[in-house]
Structure formats: C-alpha cells, structure tokens
C-alpha cells in the first residue's frame, strides 16, 4: 500500500512538474494544482497506518492517524486559494499582454523595456543638453 | 461546451443538494462535515456556470447574487456556535447537549450545536466559492463588475 501510495505522489508529481514547464499559462497552473494534488497524497500517505475513522467511540482494531488527514485538508484548502489567485494573475497577463505564451509574454516585456530604455536615454541627452 | 455538460449541468445540483445533506447527517458518527458537503455543491455550481455562462446561471437561480450575504451570514452563523462555549464558561467548540446528555432527536435525527456548526461552514464554503468563480467568470467574459 505504501509503495502505491509513493508510486501515485510520484507520477502526479511528474506530471506537474512537466506540465509547469510548458510554455502555455494555462498549462503551468494545471500543473501547480496537480502537485499540490501530489502533496496532498504524500501527508495522507505519511501517515503510514490504514483503519477506521478517528471518530469517539473508537472502533475496535486499527484507527488512522487525524493528524495527517487535519494536514490534507489544510492542504486542499490552500490549493484552492492558491489556485484561484493563480488563475487570477493568468488572466490579467492575458487581459494586458492578449497572450497565454510565456514566449510572447517575454517578446512583449523585452519590447516594453527597449521603448522604457529609449525614452530614459532621451531624457538623459536632454539633461545634458541642458546642463551644457 | 460538449453536449453531455450542458445536459449534465443543470440537472446536477438536485442530487448534489441531497448528497450533501448526507454527508452533514452522516457527519456525526462517520467521515463527513460541512467543509466537504459544501465543495461538493459547489462543484455542482461551478458546472452550472461552466455551462450556461454567469449571466445566464444567475438569472436561473438569483439566489446566487446573494452569495457574499450568504457567506458573511455562514461565517456568523459559525463562530457564533463555535464561540458560545466560552461565553457560559466552557471551552471553545464545545457542542450542546454535552456528551452523554439526552438529546432532542426529530425522527432518528439528533439535534446538537454541532450541526448548526458545519450548516454555517456549509454556507460559507458554498458561497465564498461561488464568489470565487462569479469573479472569475466575469474577468474572463467581460461585463459589468
């Protein structure tokens, strides 16, 4: 069961991993709620015990440990928050840059900065025009 | 949008409505609370605005709008049950009737603070998360903010 558990964190892990390092916005937050999804599974799996539901009376024979489980739901929790301010932020980049491509995004930044650096050089010749 | 969402979507929030009254009942002496209860049905929303778009999903079921209401109430409704235990002298989050005291039951149904609890968890999870999509559906669509 542990080795099930390792083997499912890990795959989505990967999955996450690969899909954050697409080049599409959208792709990078699937893949930040795919590993937090991967984090979830990890604390339930450490905590290394399967049984009944911690709940008073307890049951006879195993239980499972609450604390791991109080972790995952904390855990899912801060995924949605996490979640939600990333797909906020995708779509003010899409609303400013009318682009989802991290490449366009980065042309789009570097072209902004090349107007910025001509306007502050003009600026500059101006001064010393000035002060001569 | 795929045929069998729109068919599913509207259709959904019925059953989602009863399975989360299940989980609310079940919570007292199985897994369940209002925190899942609450996902759930909004779930069940979120497809609803998946599918018909905001504009659309708010007219069908106005008490949407309401949502920030809902959730503000939810919240209320929450601590002011979380928090009267220390008001009369006992800890935080303690239930009434206590352990081992009778308890007014409706039917098989018991009647403990800690189910008007999770119902205010309930509403407050449901409805921030509506918020949380109206939102994005509105800076994703356009329209009036």
């Known amino acids: 069961m542990t080795l099930i558990y390792a083997l499912a964190a890990g795959a989505l892990f990967g999955i996450g991993a690969y899909l954050v390092m697409r080049r599409d916005l959208l792709r990078v937050v699937l893949g930040v709620v795919v590993i937090s999804q991967a984090a979830t599974l990890t604390l339930m799996a450490s905590a290394l015990g399967f049984g009944a539901a911690p709940i008073y009376p307890l049951p006879s024979g195993a239980i499972s440990d609450p604390l791991s489980q109080a972790m995952a739901l904390t855990s899912v929790v801060i995924g949605l928050a996490t979640t939600a301010l990333l797909l906020v932020l995708v779509l003010r980049v899409v609303d400013v840059f009318r682009s989802q491509g991290l490449d366009e995004v980065a042309e789009d930044e570097v072209a902004q900065e090349a107007t910025l650096d001509a306007e502050h050089a003009l600026g500059h010749e101006d001064e010393e025009a000035a002060a001569r | ?145």
């Open chain 2, 1 to 145: 949008m795929s045929s069998i969402i729109g068919v599913v979507a509207p259709r959904l929030l019925g059953p989602a409505l009863i399975l989360a009254a299940a989980i609310i009942v079940k919570g007292y002496a199985d897994v369940g609370d209002g925190f899942s209860a609450g996902v759930i049905v909004a779930t069940a929303l979120a497809l609803r605005y998946v599918s018909l778009g905001w504009e659309l999903a708010e007219r069908s079921l106005p008490v949407l709008r309401r949502a920030p209401q809902v959730a503000t109430a939810g919240l209320l409704i929450a601590l002011a049950t979380g928090f009267a235990g220390p008001l009369v002298g006992d800890p935080p989050f303690t239930h009434y009737p206590r352990a081992g005291e009778s308890v007014i039951h409706i039917g098989t149904l018991e009647l403990i603070t800690a189910v008007v609890f999770d119902l205010g968890l309930f509403l407050f999870v449901t409805a921030a998360f509506v918020v949380l999509i109206h939102h994005l559906a509105r800076l994703a669509q356009g329209g009036p903010r």
